[in-house]
């Protein structure tokens, strides 16, 4: 007498967003049973982009690397990118937002410029001055 169970796994490893789906499971008289796995590759559920254009934060890159004085090949500079880790004091963040303000053309307000920590937060901050400056 042969009996038939059906099961379905999905399993979810990280980073590689795999997983493992177990195919029906047939188990007979005899003891034995048959199982097949496949991998398949997981959709991408949740991407983080930043908010601001993607020139801007070049833009921003570029000013940060020339106010700290870093190589292309010392350290990269993205959007996620920390002043902090990239060595800079509260004296080289003020020359960062000086430098940012000269570049776009724009002013910050003392209260605005002292939240930003990140390449991302400058350059949303930026698009949102230069918005409210083309109105």
């Known amino acids: 007498m042969a009996s038939s169970i059906a099961a379905s796994t999905s399993l979810q490893a990280r980073p590689r967003?795999?997983?493992?789906a177990v195919n029906p499971i047939k188990c007979?008289?005899?003891?034995?049973?048959n199982l097949s796995f496949k991998i398949r590759q997981l959709?991408?559920?949740?991407t983080v982009s930043c908010a601001a254009k993607p020139e801007?934060?070049?833009k921003v890159c570029a000013v940060v690397k020339k106010?700290?004085?870093?190589?292309?090949?010392?350290?990269k500079v993205e959007a996620a990118t920390k002043f902090v880790d990239l060595g800079a004091d509260?004296?080289?963040t003020v020359?960062?937002?000086?430098g940012l303000e000269?570049?776009?053309g724009i002013e910050m307000d003392e209260e605005k410029a002292q939240t930003i920590t990140t390449v991302e937060k400058a350059a949303e901050l930026i698009d949102e001055l230069l918005l409210e400056k083309a109105k």
């Open 95 to 98: 020359e960062i937002v000086m």
């Open 28 to 33: 007979n008289s005899f003891g034995r049973s």
């Open 17 to 20: 967003q795999m997983a493992i």
């Open 56 to 58: 801007t934060v070049e």
């Open 43 to 46: 959709p991408t559920r949740l």
């Open 102 to 104: 000269e570049e776009f």
């Open 90 to 92: 509260s004296l080289d």
């Open 67 to 75: 106010q700290l004085s870093l190589d292309d090949d010392t350290m």
